[in-house]
């Protein structure tokens, strides 16, 4: 009978056994595993502001023209003889050298007509002084007669002394023709055209060559209304330098010596006229700026007090973005006050030691928790700048 209870009994102690085996492996499986949690905050590099004093530089463009062009002209008429070596068009002549002479013959004549008209008349002179002294010696010795002016021979010297003057003024417009014979450099000059030769006969005024100045030259350069807010308060003797841009380029010093005083109808700038001494290197060893160069000028504005100077690419409809103490993202409405290069100069919606952001997520929101790279964020975990590059 045992033996029957046994047959009975150990089926259900194995499937008691099978159920309690089952339900062990079934919780061991089932045990929740410990997860990673994931920072899905994005990493973002940012810098430091500070403001800082910023000396505005004004740059402009225009043409290099001579401060003077003169149309020679004879003043007197005649043959020429003879011109000078460099008298030709792309010529340099100095100032005070002689351009060409005309046939000196009748002027020569011309002077010494006049000296002895000048001689004859201070004779005259001599001659009516010495009657005038003898008539007052007479009218001393009768003292009650009657001596008018004529008898003391006063009209007679003033007339004589009339003669001398135009004798003289005679002789001076002599000797003038005379000197006008030979032309003269009124200054360092470039010869632009000539328009004379030997044996030709010219007319008293007649065109014979055109010259430029080459002791000073001009560039007048116009100014933006954006600009003209920046120009120092006295614009005359300040320092600017020229640049001859292209294969060889140079630059020059040069000098703002006024402002034209008016506003251009069709631009509505302003326009100052730069100076450059000696611009043809002629007293110097400098580099010569031809007439016709379009050159770049520039020259100090005004200082500007407590700037930011930010990268234009940060900066979007006049709004750039912080990190907060919170170490979340805040857009900043900030007003920009002048354009330079790659750079905007802000004065007004940034505070000193502001964390700027200089990598932007893909879709920034205000608020918007971040990390920071290379630093301690509130988790105290060091963000690797490297994965920044990455995003």
Request: charged letters at 25%; glycine letters at 6%; one cysteine or more.
């Amino acid at each position: 009978m045992s033996i029957n209870v046994l047959k009975w009994i150990l089926p259900f102690v194995a499937l008691g056994i099978g159920i309690l085996g089952f339900l062990g492996i079934n919780a061991i499986a089932q045990e929740p595993e410990k997860e990673d949690v994931v920072d899905t905050r994005p990493v973002v590099k940012v810098e430091s502001v500070s403001a800082n004093d910023h000396q505005v530089i004004i740059n402009s463009y225009g043409e290099v023209k001579p401060l003077e062009s003169t149309l020679l002209a004879a003043q007197v008429s005649g043959e020429v003889t003879s011109w000078h070596p460099s008298f030709v068009a792309g010529g340099v002549v100095a100032r005070g050298e002689v351009l060409f002479s005309i046939e000196k013959d009748n002027y020569e004549a011309a002077v010494l007509q006049a000296e002895a008209e000048l001689a004859r008349a201070q004779a005259a002179l001599i001659e009516e002084q010495a009657q005038a002294k003898v008539a007052l010696d007479e009218a001393n010795r009768y003292p009650d007669r009657a001596r008018t002016d004529l008898f003391l021979r006063k009209p007679q010297v003033l007339s004589a002394q009339a003669a001398v003057k135009s004798a003289q003024a005679a002789l001076k417009r002599a000797q003038r023709d005379l000197d006008n014979c030979e032309v003269t450099a009124p200054y360092d000059a470039l010869v632009i055209s000539r328009d004379i030769g030997v044996g030709q006969y010219i007319n008293m005024g007649s065109q014979v060559a055109e010259i430029n100045n080459i002791e000073s030259a001009e560039v007048i350069i116009p100014i933006a209304g954006f600009d003209s807010v920046f120009l120092p308060a006295r614009v005359k003797g300040v320092q600017a330098t020229i640049k001859n841009k292209g294969l060889n380029s140079f630059s020059r010093e040069a000098v703002i010596d006024r402002d034209l005083g008016v506003v251009d109808s069709a631009t509505r700038m302003s326009n100052l006229v730069v100076r450059i001494d000696d611009p043809y290197g002629l007293e110097s060893s400098l580099q010569p700026i031809k007439f016709g160069s379009y050159v770049q000028v520039s020259f100090a504005g005004a200082m500007l007090k407590n700037i930011y100077r930010l990268p234009q690419s940060l900066v979007n409809n006049q709004t750039v973005w912080i990190v907060n103490d919170e170490q979340k993202l805040e857009p900043r409405k900030v007003k920009v006050i002048r354009e330079e290069g790659e750079y905007f100069y802000i004065n007004d919606g940034l505070q000193a030691d502001d964390q700027l952001v200089l990598t932007l997520p893909e879709y920034p929101q205000k608020g918007m928790a971040v990390k920071i790279a290379g630093v301690k964020d509130l988790n105290n975990d060091t963000v690797d700048s490297a994965a920044v590059e990455k995003l």
